[in-house]
Nanobody
Framework: QVQLVESGGGLVQPGGSLRLSCAASGTIFSIRIMGWYRQAPGKERELVASIGSGGSTEYVDSVKGRFTIFRDNADNTVYLQMNRLKPEDTAVYYC???????????????WGQGTQVTVSS
């Protein structure tokens, strides 16, 4: 069974930085895309950033220039470096992976449990 375990959330002041980590474990065959989504209270979940197995990246406009996503394919880990954080970045951040594993060889979505990021003075 595959698990995505996130870490690194917390409380930070505006202008500060945080780094989120997400490690995928289990009998994984292959991971195509890894990414981070977020959901703020009363809002829909949105894609923040994603990265393909070859390193291609995408970002939502609101975080471009402030957030950087990168991954370690050898360890099946994805990171989100968040700089110059703003109060509107406050949300629960979820790790996502498009992967195939022992229980289902077709590529499918896998999610972490979420980690809270709060930006406040």
């Amino acid at each position: 069974q595959v698990q995505l375990v996130e870490s690194g959330g917390g409380l930070v002041q505006p202008g500060g930085s945080l780094r989120l980590s997400c490690a995928a474990s289990g009998t994984i065959f292959s991971i195509r895309i890894m990414g981070w989504y977020r959901q703020a209270p009363g809002k829909e979940r949105e894609l923040v950033a994603s990265i393909g197995s070859g390193g291609s990246t995408e970002y939502v406009d609101s975080v471009k220039g402030r957030f950087t996503i990168f991954r370690d394919n050898a360890d099946n880990t994805v990171y989100l470096q968040m700089n110059r954080l703003k109060p509107e970045d406050t949300a629960v951040y979820y790790c996502h992976a498009d992967l195939s594993d022992y229980s289902d060889s077709r590529f499918h979505d896998s999610w972490g449990q979420g980690t809270q990021v709060t930006v406040s003075s």
